[in-house]
């Protein structure tokens, strides 16, 4: 069992360019949810999702920041247009059912912008 | 905006030291609250607790919930370098399933 694969470890982007952050759960999870980690913080929930469908985005920017989960494939944290501020380690985690204590972490995608 | 506050920020401590992580909170409608160890990747589960006053043990590290006092602490004893980590407190929502986390502790152990 792979765990939680997230990809890349690191990506860099320029201003106004898009970010995809790919996560793929642990075999069997079918809750995906996206934290942002900014330096010196602590982990900020953005958005929960199951298969196809969207749970709760209520830590989701408003604009130029989308997710996904798709049927087949990873699940998809999309940054458009992206800004210095973006920069951050994005963290995902998966679980087979949607408690906190059953949550496994990927490593990250650490994401700077210059 | 619901707070959870970890103290301290920071700490050092010596090898063989024990040190004590706290974490407050200001909501009372969760279900559980959680500690992870961050090393300098994925954060890893270390307790959940549930009910207040029942003490969890995992080798030398120890959680207690104070449901009356809003607290939880971590404790750590005879502390090791491999120590050396951020402690991320969470809670956990009675409905929905998100997670709400302090900012950490930062915990260096020197050898």
């Known amino acids: 069992n792979a765990g939680v694969m997230q990809n890349p470890r690191h990506l860099v982007r320029r201003r106004g360019q898009e970010a995809r952050l790919r996560c793929s759960p642990m075999k069997g999870h079918s809750h995906v949810y996206w934290y942002r980690q900014l330096p010196e913080e602590g982990l900020k929930f953005m958005v929960y999702l199951q298969k196809e469908n969207i749970i709760d985005e209520s830590g989701m920017p408003k604009e130029r920041f989308s997710a996904e989960f798709p049927k087949e494939g990873p699940s998809i944290l999309r940054i458009q247009q992206v800004v210095r501020g973006d920069s951050a380690a994005y963290f995902c985690a998966s679980s087979y059912q949607g408690q906190g204590a059953g949550y496994t972490f990927g490593s990250g995608t650490r994401l700077t912008v210059v | 905006e619901d707070k959870v506050v970890q103290s301290p920020l920071s700490l050092v401590v010596h090898e063989g030291d024990t040190v004590t992580l706290n974490c407050s909170y200001e909501?009372?409608?969760?279900?559980?609250l959680l500690w992870y160890k961050q090393e300098k990747k994925a954060p890893t589960f270390l307790f959940m607790l549930?009910?207040?006053?029942i003490e969890k043990k995992s080798g030398r590290l120890s959680s207690i919930l104070d449901k009356k006092e809003l607290f939880s602490i971590l404790n750590i004893t005879a502390t090791q370098t491999g120590d050396s980590a951020v402690y991320l407190c969470a809670l956990a929502w009675e409905y929905g399933n998100k997670l709400v986390f302090g900012a950490g502790t930062i915990l260096r152990v020197k050898s």
């Open positions: 549930t009910s207040s006053g």
């Open positions: 909501v009372t409608n969760f279900r559980s």
